[in-house]
């Protein structure tokens, strides 16, 4: 059985997806970028600022599921710019200190032009 994820915490979709599915033990998330929840403005200018914004959005939807940081498995990060990989990093790791696995590339463009995305796979049971 599939369970809808949705928080009024993190951005709600902009497209036809679910902030995050949970099938069975795991949760999958879409992707989330830096949007204010609230008002669904872009967050911050700098790489800093965006990744910040985009680890309460994480944040919010795990804990929906009654998740944390230390239940997620697999990351998957996509950044406009890998030059902003080592400020990236340095927010990243603040969420992340168990150190799932994970994937980082760089795209062309993201939803919004915003400066990175990312998701998880998290095991909720």
């Known amino acids: ?3 809808k ?3 009024d915490k993190a951005p709600a979709a902009i497209g036809p997806y679910s902030q995050a599915i949970v099938a069975g033990d795991t949760l999958y998330s879409s992707g989330q970028i830096a949007l204010d929840p609230a008002t669904g403005n ?3 200018e700098t790489i800093v600022e965006q990744a910040e914004q985009v680890m309460k959005n994480l944040g919010a939807v795990l804990a929906e599921a009654g998740a ?3 239940k997620v498995v697999k990351t ?3 950044l406009a710019d890998m ?3 080592a400020a990236f990093n340095e927010v990243y790791g603040k969420y992340f200190t168990d150190k799932p696995a994970r994937s980082c590339v760089a795209v062309k463009t993201l939803p919004k032009n915003v400066l990175c995305e990312v998701e998880v796979i998290a095991y909720i049971g």
């Open 1 to 3: 059985m599939l369970k």
């Open 5 to 7: 994820i949705a928080t």
């Open 42 to 44: 872009v967050v911050g």
């Open 68 to 70: 944390d940081y230390s």
């Open 76 to 78: 998957t990060c996509f």
């Open 83 to 85: 030059g902003d990989f």
